[in-house]
């Protein structure tokens, strides 16, 4: 237990120890306990024993559920008239290891996306785009490569990426009614490729009435987020998005169908 961070002491019992929390005004704390600062320990993405069973699921083949719904896109409204969508790739882990209520995107990419559109939380993001992942179900985890060994001095990110079919997520894209929507933003490359795009990140496209943006996916896996200059670049991308769907909710009366770009 780190003791200078939580103001715990062991103290002997019977041969073993027990814990006791001293309060923070407690004179016998002693003043280095109060002040050290430690750096945070590397904590994977993922825990250990989890990987080992994620990578199996990957590597067997067996992830993918059979019949139609390999290729249904998952995807939330919190309301009917959002003109906006944010598609990812698929949920992190299989379903049984979500928390009850889990939705896509939710957690640390819905907090840097809000942040980036200049919004003052998640709900207010989700007020104006629907949510969703191209795949329903979750793949299987990539296998670290060597060169990315913590260990070894690696630390550029903590996340290893999952596995991505593209087939099955071109599959999936050509489901989706892009005309309901007034802007479509597509969270990293992969979900690029599967719309058949080609653009370069924060880019954007015309669409069957839509605006295509491809933007850099909000997790730790992507390395565009280590360069400040990079974040200040997509907020400047993700606030005007955000400005022109608005504007042209307005003009078509809430009725994103009415005009195209």
Same mark, same amino acid.
């Given at each position: 237990?780190?003791?200078?961070? #939580?103001?715990?002491?062991?103290?002997?019992? #019977?041969?073993g120890?027990?814990?006791?929390?001293?309060r923070p005004?407690?004179? #016998?704390?002693?003043?280095?306990s109060?002040? $050290?600062?430690?750096?945070?320990?590397?904590?994977?993405?993922?825990?250990?024993?989890?990987k080992?069973?994620l990578?199996?699921?990957?590597?067997?083949?067996?992830?993918?559920?059979?019949?139609?719904? /390999?290729?249904?896109?998952?995807?939330?409204?919190?309301?009917?008239?959002?003109?906006?969508?944010?598609?990812?790739?698929?949920?992190?882990?299989?379903?049984?290891?979500?928390? /009850?209520?889990?939705?896509?995107?939710?957690?640390?990419?819905?907090?840097?996306?809000?942040?980036?559109?200049?919004?003052?939380?998640?709900?207010?993001?989700?007020?104006?785009?629907?949510?969703?992942?191209l795949?329903s179900w979750?793949?299987?985890?990539?296998?670290?490569?060597?060169?990315?060994?913590?260990?070894?001095?690696?630390a550029? #990110?903590?996340?290893d990426?999952?596995?991505?079919?593209?087939e099955?997520?071109?599959?999936?894209?050509?489901?989706?009614?892009?005309?309901?929507? $007034?802007?479509?933003?597509?969270?990293?490359?992969?979900?690029?490729?599967?719309?058949?795009?080609?653009?370069?990140?924060?880019?954007?496209?015309?669409?069957?009435?839509?605006?295509?943006?491809?933007?850099p996916?909000?997790?730790?896996?992507?390395?565009?987020?280590?360069?400040?200059?990079?974040?200040q670049?997509?907020?400047?991308?993700?606030?005007?998005?955000?400005k022109?769907?608005?504007?042209?909710q307005?003009?078509?009366?809430?009725?994103?169908?009415?005009?195209?770009?």
């Amino acid at each position: 237990v780190d003791v200078a961070r #939580h103001g715990v002491c062991a103290v002997g019992n #019977h041969g073993g120890s027990r814990l006791l929390r001293r309060r923070p005004d407690d004179p #016998h704390r002693s003043s280095s306990s109060r002040t $050290a600062k430690r750096p945070a320990p590397y904590r994977p993405s993922k825990p250990r024993t989890l990987k080992k069973e994620l990578l199996l699921l990957g590597k067997r083949g067996k992830a993918a559920p059979s019949g139609r719904s /390999r290729w249904r896109p998952q995807i939330v409204r919190e309301r009917a008239d959002c003109a906006g969508l944010v598609l990812g790739q698929a949920p992190p882990a299989p379903k049984r290891l979500l928390p /009850r209520g889990w939705r896509p995107l939710a957690g640390p990419a819905e907090q840097r996306l809000a942040k980036l559109a200049g919004l003052r939380s998640p709900s207010e993001l989700w007020a104006e785009f629907d949510r969703g992942n191209l795949l329903s179900w979750y793949p299987g985890l990539k296998e670290r490569s060597a060169k990315q060994d913590v260990s070894k001095g690696y630390a550029l #990110h903590t996340s290893d990426g999952d596995i991505f079919p593209i087939e099955d997520a071109r599959r999936a894209a050509r489901s989706i009614d892009l005309g309901r929507y $007034a802007y479509v933003i597509l969270l990293g490359n992969n979900v690029s490729r599967a719309f058949g795009l080609k653009p370069g990140l924060l880019q954007a496209i015309n669409r069957d009435g839509s605006r295509l943006l491809t933007f850099p996916h909000p997790s730790g896996v992507s390395h565009f987020w280590n360069e400040r200059a990079n974040v200040q670049r997509a907020s400047r991308v993700m606030r005007r998005a955000l400005k022109a769907m608005r504007l042209r909710q307005k003009r078509c009366g809430g009725d994103t169908r009415k005009r195209a770009l």
